[in-house]
């Protein structure tokens, strides 16, 4: 790289900068097929899951203080996308305009969108999937692949679920929603997936007479947890061959249920837990 930065975007009304902004409404960035991240860990993970870079901006000030380390990851970053012409040197007040957290987080970067479908999945010899239905918070989606990641889940798979790479989500799940397997599909093609690979699947119900602490997820299973307010409902009651069965967690206080986010980390950490166990 050279000493001296590029030069710097300051204006709004740059052709590069009003294309990019139209990206932070959600309709824009899913018809465009890209991915917004905020961060230079989320963006180094992306890179590392293999996601392909389209774009890298930073201030003048954040591009000084990591060329300085040559080295480093980030410097590493920056070398690869200014040789690709994708380095974007902005004013900090411009950066701050485009991104999406409340705090700047040193750069912005665009990917296109890897596509996720249920035949790319990976699993293990003895499968731990989270299926995810109508999960509207991308908070919650962010907090769940991170759960998944610490859990060593095989897969999320995801049902009329926000987007998946919302950049709240992204940032919720500190960069793991690029490396847990993940695919969007219909119930229909979930529950046939589940079944080609005889993977049981409970469904997390409040009114289960399945206490968490008594079953058995040693084998390949599927937890089903279902949307923030309406919970599964009348969903996924049952397969074209079974009845699901359901699972809960005990509940000590006067509160009938957890967050959705706090349900998955407890239930695919007690499967872990059984799976180490039995070891």
């Not at 409404?25 to 293999?50: H, M, S």
């Not at 900090?92 to 665009?110: D, M």
Request: proline letters at 5%.
């Amino acid at each position: 790289m050279s000493n001296l930065p590029p030069s710097v975007l300051r204006s709004h009304a740059n052709p590069k900068i009003k294309r990019f902004l139209r990206l932070r409404d959600n309709r824009a960035r899913r018809k465009a097929k890209r991915v917004i991240v905020d961060g230079w860990r989320e963006t180094g993970q992306a890179l590392e899951a293999g996601l392909k870079l389209c774009e890298l901006f930073l201030s003048a000030e954040e591009y000084e203080r990591k060329h300085s380390d040559p080295h480093s990851g980030e410097a590493k970053i920056l070398q690869d996308a200014e040789k690709r012409d994708q380095l974007n040197i902005l004013s900090e007040p411009l950066l701050k305009k485009i991104a999406f957290g409340q705090s700047p987080r040193g750069v912005v970067s665009e990917f296109e969108e890897p596509t996720a479908n249920l035949s790319d999945i990976q699993l293990s010899p003895n499968p731990l999937l989270l299926i995810l239905d109508r999960i509207e918070k991308p908070g919650n989606l962010g907090a769940i692949f991170r759960t998944g990641d610490a859990a060593g889940v095989d897969a999320i798979l995801m049902c009329e679920c926000t987007e998946r790479f919302n950049p709240n989500a992204i940032r919720t799940s500190q960069g793991a929603i690029f490396h847990v397997h993940s695919a969007s599909a219909s119930e229909s093609d979930i529950t046939h997936f589940l079944e080609a690979n005889r993977i049981t699947p409970r469904a997390a119900r409040v009114e289960s007479s399945d206490q968490l602490w008594e079953t058995d997820l040693q084998s390949p299973t599927a937890i089903i947890l279902g949307n923030e307010a309406e919970g599964l409902g009348g969903r996924w009651k049952e397969t074209p061959r079974d009845q699901i069965r359901g699972i809960r967690i005990p509940m000590q206080g006067s509160a009938d249920s957890l967050n959705v986010s706090i349900t998955a980390a407890v239930i695919s950490m007690e499967a872990a837990r059984q799976r180490k166990t039995s070891r």
